[in-house]
């Protein structure tokens, strides 16, 4: 069966739909049923606590301190972020006829803003679902005019964008914020951390599969080469590290910096703080606040939700304003301090609140795998192998505990030094040691979900649990599946975590499909 909708219907559809939220966020069944009897009373941590701060972070292996972050009268004169009504974003070959020119005709809300808007928040549910709102909410605008309709549609046709079952492209929402004018929204939490399974049904939280690198490649060949430059110095830059792009970077053209990007997968991601020549693979969220440190290297604490609050607004964009010894790499015009906080944005500590008790309360999908015979097996070579010590059962297939990168000695006052473990796992010490990410460590990262995750090491060097497992990634001549290395590589070893490698073939096997049952 299929529907027509004309399109002076859209507007008319999108104006209840507004509503709706602006009154009160709807919620599935289960949502409702949390805390329905009763108000919740949230206790709301205070974000930009200095106390909280101090001790936020652990020290930076190349310069041996910690980042030093903005005071809280800096922190709180930005500006509350409005979150503004949005709408879905479609495959050009999936748009229904007349969506897009109908958004032209829906005024803008703002569903939560500093003072005129405020969602329904009494329940736990009520605040869980206003925590979605600011998961789904964009950071960065771009106006869709017919130019920038065509390039994007064009970049959804070539490059390996996945599509839900609909149609719809979810790493992104449509925006108007003056009527009239519709606005791609980009650079939200769910950009990056949103799959689109085979089936075309999404999991939310997830580790992403976004091709953002290679959009943001594409991005870079039509910008000035001056702009992409000192772009890629505020991203991944600091007068400590010596990078391979960075200490080449002033005669690079835009082709040859986005040359870097395109070579990062979908998955994997050339994220602030680290580089195109150390990616990192997307971190799953679902269940993150059960971590005790966040970051592949452990850079940061996780106390408790204030501490989440604090990881999340550091990532929105507060951690370029910290001072990495001496370095800031958002500094103002004159490159000599911090731009005036009053031109800068922020979520509001119940914005953030939201947000976390959201991630608090994900939850994986129905795992297909079943335990079988094989997936038996698999369970007893588990324990026979006494995988458990780093990925016990108990904590989440983890230990919550941080492993030396190879190049690194621990001093012997580390602030964490009761949680690295002798043990080393010997993986590719880039991350660690040269980025502004960079801990000289590596959390031990849960098994949880690796059935619908892709790109293993942390920085997605192997496309599935079969290539992690094949001995053969140790050899010179190996031509690894995900993320190939740093531009130019052909084949290099994918060294490290050497356990589970003498198995045979069919102990492999079962290892994997147990795995996958988690």
Same mark, same amino acid.
């Given at each position: 069966m299929?529907?027509?909708?004309?399109?002076?219907?859209?507007?008319?559809?999108?104006?209840?739909?507004?509503?709706?939220?602006?009154?009160?966020?709807?919620?599935?069944?289960?949502?409702?049923?949390?805390?329905?009897?009763?108000?919740?009373?949230?206790?709301?941590?205070?974000?930009?606590?200095?106390?909280?701060?101090?001790?936020?972070?652990?020290?930076?292996?190349?310069?041996?301190?910690?980042?030093?972050?903005?005071?809280?009268?800096?922190?709180?004169?930005?500006?509350?972020?409005?979150?503004?009504?949005?709408?879905?974003?479609?495959?050009?070959?999936?748009?229904?006829?007349?969506?897009?020119?109908?958004?032209?005709?829906?005024?803008p809300?703002?569903?939560?803003?500093?003072?005129?808007?405020?969602?329904?928040?009494?329940?736990?549910?009520?605040?869980?679902?206003?925590?979605?709102?600011?998961f789904?909410?964009?950071?960065?605008?771009?106006?869709?005019?017919?130019?920038?309709?065509?390039?994007?549609a064009?970049?959804m046709?070539?490059l390996?964008?996945?599509v839900?079952?609909?149609?719809?492209?979810?790493?992104?929402?449509?925006?108007?914020?003056?009527?009239?004018?519709?606005?791609?929204?980009?650079?939200?939490?769910?950009?990056?951390?949103?799959?689109?399974?085979?089936?075309?049904?999404?999991?939310?939280?997830?580790?992403?599969n976004?091709?953002?690198?290679?959009?943001?490649a594409?991005?870079?060949?039509?910008?000035?080469?001056?702009?992409?430059?000192?772009?890629?110095?505020?991203?991944?830059?600091?007068?400590?590290?010596?990078?391979?792009? $960075?200490?080449?970077?002033?005669?690079?053209?835009?082709?040859?910096? &986005?040359?870097?990007?395109?070579?990062?997968?979908?998955?994997?991601?050339a994220?602030?703080?680290?580089?195109a020549?150390?990616?990192?693979?997307?971190?799953?969220?679902?269940?993150?606040?059960?971590?005790?440190?966040?970051?592949?290297?452990?850079?940061q604490?996780?106390?408790?939700?204030?501490?989440?609050?604090?990881?999340?607004?550091?990532?929105?964009?507060?951690?370029?304003?910290?001072?990495?010894?001496?370095? $800031?790499?958002?500094?103002?015009?004159?490159?000599?301090?911090?731009?005036?906080?009053k031109?800068?944005?922020?979520?509001?500590?119940?914005?953030?609140?939201?947000?976390?008790?959201?991630?608090?309360?994900?939850?994986?999908?129905?795992?297909?795998?079943?335990?079988?015979?094989?997936?038996?097996?698999?369970?007893?070579?588990?324990?026979?192998?006494?995988?458990?010590?780093?990925?016990?059962p108990?904590?989440?297939?983890?230990?919550?505990?941080?492993?030396?990168?190879?190049?690194?000695t621990?001093?012997?006052?580390?602030?964490?030094? &009761?949680?690295?473990m002798?043990?080393?796992?010997?993986?590719?010490?880039a991350?660690?040691?040269q980025?502004?990410?960079?801990?000289g460590?590596?959390?031990?990262?849960?098994?949880?979900?690796?059935?619908?995750?892709?790109?293993?090491?942390?920085?997605?060097?192997?496309?599935?649990?079969?290539?992690?497992?094949?001995?053969?990634?140790?050899?010179?001549?190996y031509?690894?599946?995900?993320?190939?290395?740093?531009?130019?590589?052909?084949?290099?070893?994918?060294?490290?975590?050497?356990?589970?490698?003498?198995?045979?073939?069919?102990?492999?096997?079962?290892?994997?499909?147990?795995?996958?049952?988690?």
């Amino acid at each position: 069966m299929s529907v027509f909708v004309s399109s002076d219907a859209w507007p008319r559809r999108f104006a209840r739909t507004a509503a709706v939220v602006v009154a009160g966020l709807v919620l599935s069944p289960g949502e409702a049923a949390l805390h329905s009897a009763e108000t919740f009373r949230p206790q709301i941590p205070r974000v930009w606590d200095a106390e909280a701060l101090r001790d936020l972070e652990l020290p930076l292996a190349a310069s041996g301190v910690p980042p030093e972050h903005v005071s809280p009268e800096y922190y709180y004169a930005q500006k509350v972020r409005p979150i503004y009504a949005s709408y879905p974003v479609y495959h050009p070959d999936r748009e229904p006829a007349g969506y897009f020119e109908g958004l032209k005709s829906v005024e803008p809300v703002v569903l939560w803003g500093e003072q005129e808007a405020r969602p329904k928040l009494e329940s736990e549910a009520d605040w869980v679902r206003a925590g979605e709102l600011v998961f789904d909410s964009p950071l960065g605008f771009q106006e869709m005019t017919p130019a920038a309709r065509e390039s994007r549609a064009t970049e959804m046709r070539t490059l390996p964008y996945r599509v839900t079952a609909n149609g719809e492209v979810p790493f992104y929402r449509y925006v108007v914020r003056e009527k009239g004018k519709i606005e791609l929204g980009t650079l939200s939490c769910a950009e990056c951390h949103t799959r689109v399974m085979p089936d075309g049904n999404i999991i939310k939280g997830a580790q992403g599969n976004l091709p953002f690198d290679r959009q943001f490649a594409c991005a870079i060949r039509t910008a000035p080469a001056a702009e992409m430059r000192s772009l890629q110095r505020l991203l991944f830059a600091a007068p400590w590290l010596n990078q391979p792009i $960075i200490s080449v970077v002033d005669s690079l053209s835009s082709d040859q910096i &986005a040359a870097f990007h395109d070579s990062i997968p979908p998955g994997v991601l050339a994220r602030h703080g680290s580089g195109a020549y150390s990616p990192v693979q997307i971190p799953d969220l679902i269940g993150v606040t059960e971590r005790r440190y966040l970051d592949h290297t452990g850079l940061q604490r996780n106390r408790g939700l204030g501490d989440l609050m604090r990881y999340a607004a550091l990532n929105q964009g507060a951690d370029l304003l910290s001072t990495f010894s001496g370095f $800031i790499p958002d500094s103002d015009d004159a490159g000599k301090g911090r731009p005036d906080p009053k031109t800068r944005f922020r979520y509001s500590d119940e914005q953030l609140y939201a947000l976390v008790l959201y991630l608090k309360n994900l939850r994986p999908p129905p795992n297909p795998n079943p335990l079988t015979e094989l997936a038996q097996r698999g369970k007893a070579i588990f324990q026979e192998q006494e995988c458990s010590r780093c990925h016990d059962p108990k904590q989440g297939y983890t230990n919550n505990k941080l492993a030396v990168a190879p190049g690194y000695t621990v001093p012997e006052r580390h602030p964490a030094r &009761a949680d690295i473990m002798k043990r080393q796992v010997e993986t590719d010490s880039a991350l660690a040691l040269q980025t502004r990410r960079g801990t000289g460590l590596y959390k031990v990262p849960s098994l949880r979900g690796v059935w619908y995750r892709g790109f293993f090491e942390h920085n997605g060097s192997c496309a599935t649990l079969e290539d992690w497992f094949d001995p053969r990634r140790l050899d010179d001549n190996y031509v690894p599946t995900g993320w190939k290395g740093p531009l130019g590589t052909t084949t290099r070893p994918v060294k490290g975590h050497e356990f589970g490698l003498d198995l045979d073939a069919t102990e492999r096997a079962a290892l994997i499909a147990f795995l996958r049952t988690l």
